[in-house]
């Protein structure tokens, strides 16, 4: 049975002729799955709409699909469908569009209302987890390759079903979409995990320049010039962090890159215990409780952060250990 918010967001896109799709900045998987997804469903559904995933493209993530290059000041008055973000001022490609009316669906914390319907379902382990759900609920046609990019999203963002945001619900839609698709899963762990012999290389330098506190907090600065030597770019520590989820002792984790593109630090955190997304919402960054990110310009921010982040675990630990 549908829900009300799921009823309302059919509705509200079978009214509108055009339609643009965003997603937060430094997209993951899970973001670009979600888009590439609603978009290529949307658009099978309805032909003679005209459906814009946009956004800065990430070249690692072109194999789930590519993005629209369209002038959105160009456009007139479209809906605009933004995923997998809770706050505006991160929503990728929107600062020149001019939106009729928006409807956010989001797995993070509630931070901002954006004025229009929000569908927000802390508890779902990803945005593909609720776009497969969408799906699911509606007569759109899934194709195999909508299905597939659901599944790798819903696979990465819940670190392969490990995370504590997986339910029964998860594996529900999961099973529900193979089912009716026969998409043959196994082969997309390939495609999630495959990587280049430089990145395997860059995750023994995460390893082996790991800082471990006292407190059981552990970081790593990856500087520019590590980048460059290993011939990997600023966000490959992201796609890493959760390789690093069962460190004994450890109950706080952070990478910091610095991009030098954009000039500004980029910092990953994670944590087994100890909530962080408060911590990270007070350096311009945010999150879930236990999975977060933080981009700030200032080094002296780094330190004031990674001071906060040990603290946090110092607590945790002596009242939980």
Not at 110 to 134: H, N, P, R, V
Not at 310 to 319: C, G, H, T
Request: glycine fraction near 6%; include cysteine; hydrophobic fraction near 40%.
């Amino acid at each position: 049975m549908k829900s009300d918010v799921i009823k309302k967001i059919l509705k509200k896109i079978k009214q509108y002729d055009t339609i643009v799709i965003a997603r937060h900045v430094g997209a993951d998987p899970d973001a670009i799955c979600s888009q590439i997804s609603l978009r290529d469903a949307i658009a099978l559904q309805y032909p003679k709409k005209k459906v814009y995933a946009i956004g800065v493209g990430v070249s690692k993530f072109r194999k789930f699909g590519t993005l629209d290059r369209i002038d959105v000041s160009t456009l007139h008055k479209p809906l605009l469908i933004t995923l997998d973000v809770p706050n505006f001022y991160r929503v990728d490609g929107v600062e020149e569009l001019k939106f009729s009316e928006v409807i956010k669906i989001d797995h993070h914390p509630f931070e901002e209302d954006f004025g229009g319907i929000e569908w927000i379902e802390e508890g779902s382990s990803s945005t593909c987890q609720m776009i497969a759900k969408l799906l699911l609920a509606s007569n759109y046609t899934i194709t195999p390759n909508v299905a597939s990019n659901l599944f790798c999203g819903i696979v990465s963002d819940s670190n392969r079903f490990l995370l504590f945001y997986t339910s029964v619900e998860t594996f529900q839609i999961v099973t529900d979409l193979l089912k009716q698709t026969k998409i043959p899963f196994t082969k997309l762990y390939e495609k999630l995990y495959e990587r280049p012999l430089e990145e395997i290389r860059f995750h023994g330098y995460l390893s082996r320049h790991l800082e471990v506190t006292e407190n059981g907090f552990a970081y790593v600065k990856i500087s520019n010039e590590v980048i460059l030597e290993y011939g990997v770019d600023a966000s490959t520590a992201s796609n890493m962090i959760n390789d690093f989820n069962f460190i004994k002792d450890v109950f706080v984790w952070a990478f910091v890159t610095y991009d030098a593109k954009n000039n500004l630090y980029k910092v990953n955190i994670r944590s087994k215990g100890p909530i962080i997304n408060e911590i990270a919402s007070r350096y311009h960054g945010g999150g879930h409780k236990f999975a977060s990110g933080v981009r700030i310009q200032s080094a002296d921010e780094i330190d004031a952060l990674l001071k906060e982040l040990d603290e946090a675990s110092r607590i945790y630990k002596e009242n939980n250990i």
